[in-house]
T-cell receptor, first 110, second 115 residues
Framework: QKEVEQNSGPLSVPEGAIASLNCTYS??????FFWYRQYSGKSPELIMF????GDKEDGRFTAQLNKASQYVSLLIRDSQPSDSATYLC??????????FGKGTMLLVSP | EAQVTQNPRYLITVTGKKLTVTCSQN?????MSWYRQDPGLGLRQIYY???????DKGDVPEGYKVSRKEKRNFPLILESPSPNQTSLYFC??????????????FGPGTRLLVL
């Protein structure tokens, strides 16, 4: 079983809709969880991190964590075409051991 | 401006010719890492460093070397590059937040082509 799994997509949503991105992880010892956004050819950009069960909101973004189910998600409300990118889920098990999923491509159509 | 810089941004070289990709951060972070990103394989960690003179292997260290003589710099060395090292490379530095979470910030990337 891969350590961090994401659907590769693409996930297509119309402008203004809610985009839901999902991620599962295999190591129950994982401590913190990150969502990065990456535009084609650019470096990953941190959007949010979460380390406690439940929801964490930041503007149009909400991260959700369920450690019992080993599941973390990212919701993007009022999706915009500029949100079109690849979203990387990353899991931190300790110092500098950040493991990434392969990413989900999101396409937001006008 | 807080940032991670990498040089060069683009590099074309030939098999066996030693090269170094530099990485520097101005945020006084203790932790630094190198990743490579390949289509279908995602981001994979090559090496990381927890502090000066402290380095360790990541998931794909074969064919690479690193050094950490100063806190701000973490160069990646390819002693004898091969075509399978053609990739997009990212350096990252990170700090541990109050809640114990480690937050990584990435450099702009170096695109390497080995002929």
């Amino acid at each position: 079983q891969k350590e961090v799994e994401q659907n590769s997509g693409p996930l297509s949503v119309p402008e203004g809709a809610i985009a839901s991105l999902n991620c599962t992880y295999s190591d129950r010892g994982s401590q913190s969880f990150f969502w990065y956004r990456q535009y084609s050819g650019k470096s990953p950009e941190l959007i949010m991190f979460i380390y406690s069960n439940g929801d964490k909101e930041d503007g149009r973004f909400t991260a959700q964590l369920n450690k019992a189910s080993q599941y973390v998600s990212l919701l993007i409300r009022d999706s915009q075409p500029s949100d079109s990118a690849t979203y990387l889920c990353a899991v931190n098990k300790g110092y500098s051991t950040l493991t990434f999923g392969k990413g989900t491509m999101l396409l937001v159509s006008p | 401006e807080a940032q991670v810089t990498q040089n060069p941004r683009y590099l074309i070289t030939v098999t066996g010719k030693k090269l170094t990709v530099t990485c520097s951060q101005n945020m006084n972070h203790e932790y630094m890492s190198w990743y490579r990103q390949d289509p279908g394989l995602g981001l994979r960690q090559i090496y990381y460093s927890m502090n000066v003179e402290v380095t360790d292997k990541g998931d794909v260290p074969e064919g690479y070397k690193v050094s950490r003589k100063e806190k701000r710099n973490f160069p990646l060395i390819l002693e004898s590059p091969s075509p399978n090292q053609t990739s997009l490379y990212f350096c990252a530095s990170s700090f541990t937040g109050l809640a114990g979470q480690e937050t990584q910030y990435f450099g702009p990337g170096t695109r390497l082509l080995v002929l």
